[in-house]
């Protein structure tokens, strides 16, 4: 026969349980948004590496450069929920400033939201020379925020 635990034992191994699993629950929960903030962000990239890929190969898909550029704006108005939580320890390369510098980190997304649309415009009139110039000023963008706001290669949790 099993030994009957006093209503205070049984108390005492919820709690410990309770503790011993709390960790590991917000663990699992910075995981995901990690994750999430991640798809996000690939998304943005992998719409910059289209346009690249169009521009580099004269490729005749202007019409596409427009809405590449749309769904970079529109990505890019996820990224302020996608980082609401602080989150910069394990797989991820946020840097504390995004928290540290929230009006500098949120006016670099405004500055790509309408970067963004700058070169969605240039598509649209399907002008050559303003869509170069509105797509570096769109990678300025990205690069000007990664490298303030995101670790830098060397540091990411990539390479350890």
Known sequence: MAPTLSPSMRLAL???AVVVAAPSARAADDVAYVKYRQKVMQGIGA????????LKNGLPFTAAI????????????????????????????AKPEIWMEPDEWKGAIH???????????????????????AFKTLGKSCGGCHD?????KEESYKNQ
Not at 148 to 152: A, G, I, L, N
Request: charged content about 35%; cysteine-free; proline content about 4%.
């Open 66 to 93: 427009a809405l590449h550029a749309d769904k970079i704006g529109d990505s890019a108005s996820l990224i302020p929920t996608a980082f609401e939580k602080k989150v910069t320890e394990g797989a991820t390369d």
């Open 14 to 16: 919820v709690l410990a």
């Open 47 to 54: 719409d910059m590496g289209a346009i690249s890929e169009i």
């Open 148 to 152: 303030h706001f995101r670790k830098p």
């Open 111 to 133: 500055d790509l939201e309408k970067a963004a649309d700058a070169l969605e415009e240039a598509a649209d009139d399907d002008d050559p020379e303003a869509i170069s110039a």
